[in-house]
T-cell receptor, first 114, second 108 residues
Framework: DSGVTQTPKHLITATGQRVTLRCSPR?????VYWYQQSLDQGLQFLIQ???????AKGNILERFSAQQFPDLHSELNLSSLELGDSALYFC?????????????FGQGTRLTVV | EDQVTQSPEALRLQEGESSSLNCSYT??????LFWYRQDPGKGPEFLFT???AGEEKEKERLKATLTKKESFLHITAPKPEDSATYLC?????????FGKGTRLHILP
């Protein structure tokens, strides 16, 4: 158990809809990272938040947004969903403000868009 | 263009048969190269960080090495529990790029 909690574990929704994925980081970690993993693209870095502020942006689509709350949990919002958004979405956390790939990953949320 | 390529895509070994996984990269301003292990249906688990050419790190049956163009993950006398997908990632100041991984299967 990494200590990073993601909910829900599975999500099925229709095209055009909006969903919210939730992540609670490890105790004491201030940075949260979001990743998307699909069969054809592999693991792709989306965005990093540190102590409530956006710190780094990767390949995140404009239809996607994230935020980190004062209690340090984070949410990833995906809107106007398309079939191609079906993927595993991972959250990871670490204590550091600078971008750092070394992190603890959650178990992921499997999103299926139908 | 920054790129990470892992080979082979898949590898089947007999228990005890040592081998190496390759991660070749082209990136400017490398800040670190990272290895992860991912079991089916789970999140990646951090293994190693390498920062400079010539650096080596070891953990149990795994040893990671780094040159200016590639990294190797050597697996010595593997056991069935080493079966997993091994991911390599490189980092710049502003970017993280993962390879697509090598699926390793160790037969008992």
């Amino acid at each position: 158990d990494s200590g990073v909690t993601q909910t829900p574990k599975h999500l099925i929704t229709a095209t055009g809809q909006r969903v919210t994925l939730r992540c609670s980081p490890r105790s004491g970690d201030l940075s949260v990272y979001w990743y998307q993993q699909s069969l054809d693209q592999g693991l792709q870095f989306l965005i990093q938040y540190y102590n409530g502020e956006e710190r780094a942006k990767g390949n995140i689509l404009e239809r996607f947004s994230a935020q980190q709350f004062p209690d340090l949990h984070s949410e990833l919002n995906l809107s106007s969903l398309e079939l191609g958004d079906s993927a595993l979405y991972f959250c990871a956390s670490n204590p550091w403000g600078n971008l750092n790939t070394e992190a603890f990953f959650g178990q992921g949320t499997r999103l299926t868009v139908v | 263009e920054d790129q990470v390529t892992q080979s082979p895509e898949a590898l089947r070994l007999q228990e005890g048969e040592s081998s190496s996984l390759n991660c070749s990269y082209t990136v400017s301003g490398l800040r670190g190269l990272f290895w992860y292990r991912q079991d089916p249906g789970k999140g990646p688990e951090f293994l190693f960080t390498l920062y400079s050419a010539g650096e080596e790190k070891e953990k149990e049956r795994l040893k990671a090495t780094l040159t200016k163009k590639e990294s190797f993950l050597h697996i010595t006398a593997p056991k069935p529990e080493d079966s997993a997908t091994y991911l390599c990632a490189v980092q710049r100041d502003d970017k993280i790029i993962f390879g697509k991984g090598t699926r390793l299967h160790i037969l008992p």
